[in-house]
């Protein structure tokens, strides 16, 4: 994880530095806003310079409303209100922990959300904030100036506290309207399974969200079978089950309409081994998601030696449903499929395969990767692992056939590591 500050992000010394054009602050997030305010009095002890004007730049009010003296504080509120790029900064005011810093700022904070404009700087801000002393109260004082279902344009975190926001106040209508405009994923999902208990089913079956769509299904039943062939399999086992409980055969509709993956993928679902004749066909169908589905089916059956070929498909989805079925099965080491004949989804299926099995066979499939253009990277990584915590816990020795051939790979690997491996295959260890 990149634990480096964002480039936006602006630090407490640039500010004091005098160092920040105005327009780096319309880059700045809610979080940003919030953070900046609190660095700014945690740890930065430097003394704002006697003859700051506060009409002088926008960065100049920022820092003496962020001040630790509350007298500073409140002198910045009315400059806050007439720099629209520091309304975030006003919203924190009004949750300050002075009381009269807090009620001066809220007093300017409601002429302020008033504005055509203020709804993208305030909002973010305030549902953010919402779990702060004086959180929800700041909230219901802009809810009237700020009709927080106007919007739907905010990024995802956003909508999602917005949509948290008008379900605490059970705003259904609300909700609804927003729910038609939103782009946000995460909001929406939340916003339909809020709705979706609210309302009439059948709007949902048409959602985005598999999810959605199954829990719509269950309050639908009457619409199963329009559904047996979803690409989702929750919402085909939930399709399944409520044609089961109306007295009908999922799989019959299966096997009469055998074609594409879902249909493939239901009848793996729903009926048994008896019928994977029907399905192994599909193992050479020419579309690789049909494959795949088939290759998932027959797993489901433990049919693995019919997967198992599928190892060697020009498509990587379905050589990784052939190694999930290898893997089922106990397959045997095959080191063949390192092989650079092979194209690289292949040698990198041969290589988790072979890592997945005992130590020194993970160790010999690392050594003879090393040298390879697109894996040895990989390889190398691995072996670095090797070297260190499975090396520790190795307890069993390397095998007698293997010592020989290893000792010779063990030469080509990086120097800093192959000392280590050198001590690994002695004998008298």
């Excluded at 005011?93 to 504005?115: E, Q």
């Excluded at 799989?251 to 679902?269: C, F, M, T, V, W």
């Excluded at 498909?313 to 397959?331: C, E, I, N, Y």
């Excluded at 691995?382 to 390397?398: E, F, I, K, T």
Aim: with cysteine; proline share 8%; aromatic share 6%.
């Amino acid at each position: 994880m990149d634990l480096r500050p964002s480039r936006m992000q602006i630090t407490a010394h640039e500010l004091f530095d005098d160092e920040v054009p105005d327009s780096r602050l319309w880059e700045l997030t809610a979080d940003m806003w919030i953070a900046l305010d609190d660095s700014i009095r945690s740890g930065y002890f430097r003394r704002l310079p006697p003859d700051l004007p506060l009409v002088r730049r926008p960065v100049h009010v920022l820092l003496m409303a962020c001040s630790s003296r509350g007298e500073f504080r409140e002198r910045a509120i009315v400059q806050l209100a007439r720099h629209p790029v520091l309304w975030p900064l006003l919203v924190i005011r009004a949750l300050d922990w002075a009381g009269p810093v807090r009620a001066y700022a809220r007093h300017i904070l409601v002429n302020v959300a008033t504005r055509p404009e203020a709804a993208g700087r305030v909002i973010p801000t305030a549902v953010r904030l919402r779990d702060r002393i004086g959180g929800r109260d700041l909230l219901d004082l802009l809810r009237p100036l700020v009709p927080f279902d106007a919007h739907a344009d905010f990024d995802d975190r956003t909508m999602r506290l917005v949509v948290e926001e008008l379900i605490r106040r059970d705003d259904v209508e609300a909700l609804r309207r927003l729910h038609g405009r939103m782009t946000a994923p995460a909001a929406m999902l939340r916003a339909a399974g809020h709705l979706l208990d609210r309302s009439e089913p059948e709007p949902f079956l048409r959602s985005r969200f598999s999810q959605i769509r199954a829990r719509a299904l269950v309050l639908a039943p009457h619409r199963g079978a329009e559904f047996l062939e979803d690409p989702s399999k929750i919402v085909r086992l939930t399709a399944q089950g409520v044609v089961r409980r109306a007295g009908g055969d999922p799989a019959s509709h299966y096997r009469a309409n055998l074609a594409g993956p879902a249909s493939i993928e239901g009848l793996g679902e729903s009926a048994g081994p008896a019928d994977a004749e029907r399905i192994t066909p599909f193992l050479r169908h020419p579309r690789a998601k049909v494959r795949a589905a088939a290759a998932r089916a027959l797993r489901g059956w433990e049919r693995h030696d019919d997967v198992a070929p599928l190892i060697h498909d020009p498509s990587a989805r379905v050589v990784r449903q052939a190694v999930k079925s290898l893997r089922a099965a106990g397959a045997p080491p095959d080191f063949g499929l390192l092989d650079r004949a092979h194209p690289p989804h292949v040698r990198r299926a041969g290589h988790r395969l072979l890592v997945a099995a005992d130590p020194w066979t993970r160790l010999k499939a690392d050594l003879l990767l090393l040298g390879d253009p697109e894996l040895g990277t990989n390889a190398f990584m691995d072996l670095q692992a090797w070297c260190g915590p499975v090396l520790a816990a190795l307890h069993r020795p390397c095998p007698e056939e293997w010592r020989a051939e290893l000792g010779v790979l063990v030469e080509k690997a990086p120097e800093k590591i192959r000392g280590r491996l050198r001590w690994a295959l002695d004998p008298r260890r």
